[in-house]
Nanobody, 119 residues
Framework: QVQLAESGGGLVQPGGSLRLSCAASGSDFSIIDMGWFRQPPGKQREMVAW???????NYADSVKGRFTISRDNGKNTVYLQMNNLKPDDTAVYYC?????????????WGQGTQVTVSS
């Protein structure tokens, strides 16, 4: 079993920045892919950024040029640097990890962290 611990959300003014972190812990696992999703109020969850174990990255069009995803494999942690935040970025942000345990891949979700962009 893999546990995910998210941090870094909060209230920020438009144009501001935040950095989200998601650390995976457990035993006898390896991580393949890591990413971030978000769910704005009243809307469906959507992919924000995705980073594979070989370094392929995908971003939602709405965040390209503003958000940067990165990972520290030694710490089993994925980060999301969010710059030039806009009110439309307001959402609960969830990290998502694909981990291999006993040669079986399993997807895990973080508990979510609120990001509010408002003046």
């Amino acid at each position: 079993q893999v546990q995910l611990a998210e941090s870094g959300g909060g209230l920020v003014q438009p144009g501001g920045s935040l950095r989200l972190s998601c650390a995976a812990s457990g035993s006898d696992f390896s991580i393949i892919d890591m990413g971030w999703f978000r769910q704005p109020p009243g809307k469906q969850r959507e992919m924000v950024a995705w980073l594979t174990d070989i370094g392929d990255i995908n971003y939602a069009d709405s965040v390209k040029g503003r958000f940067t995803i990165s990972r520290d494999n030694g710490k089993n942690t994925v980060y999301l640097q969010m710059n030039n935040l806009k009110p439309d970025d307001t959402a609960v942000y969830y990290c998502n990890v694909v981990a291999v345990e006993n040669r079986r891949a399993t997807t895990y979700w973080g508990q979510g962290t609120q990001v509010t962009v408002s003046s």
